[in-house]
């Protein structure tokens, strides 16, 4: 099963040593997503990283703390995540109706909007 985390807030990551040919540092937006690859592995002295793939690039080892660290910070989500919010907006969508509350309504409709946006192919969130 393939395993992805889905960008809710832009970040950058700086992949590899500075004066090696492997440094670069990568920008990630809001809707793209990243693949899991492989298993973590652990590097002596420095902790442990796991194999990601952005988007339309080669795979690259990430800091699993760092990974922890934008979880936390919620820049990173899981599908399971994203479809648990999508189902308590969803649900607040039908109680603000049926309690005719336009305010929450507005308010949950954009957040629903904002993850379903999330969810779908990245060039339909590019084009918006």
């Not at 690859?37 to 442990?48: A, L, M």
């Not at 080892?61 to 648990?84: C, G, H, N, Q």
């Not at 957040?111 to 084009?127: C, D, N, R, T």
Request: glycine share 8%; charged share 30%.
């Amino acid at each position: 099963m393939k395993q992805c985390l889905y960008v809710f807030r832009p970040f950058t990551y700086e992949k590899g040593n500075k004066g090696c040919s492997c440094h670069g540092i990568l920008r990630f937006q809001i809707g793209e997503q990243l693949e899991v690859v492989g298993e973590p592995f652990y590097v002596d002295h420095i902790g442990w990283y796991v194999g990601v793939v952005k988007e339309g690039e080669e795979p690259f080892p990430m800091s699993a703390d760092f990974i922890d660290e934008l979880y936390a910070k919620d820049a990173l989500r899981t599908s399971v995540d994203l479809s648990l919010e999508l189902n308590y907006h969803n649900h607040k969508i039908d109680e603000a109706l049926e309690n005719k509350e336009e305010e929450l309504f507005m308010k949950h409709s954009a957040a629903y909007q904002k993850i379903k946006s999330v969810l779908s192919e990245p060039a339909l969130v590019k084009g918006r």
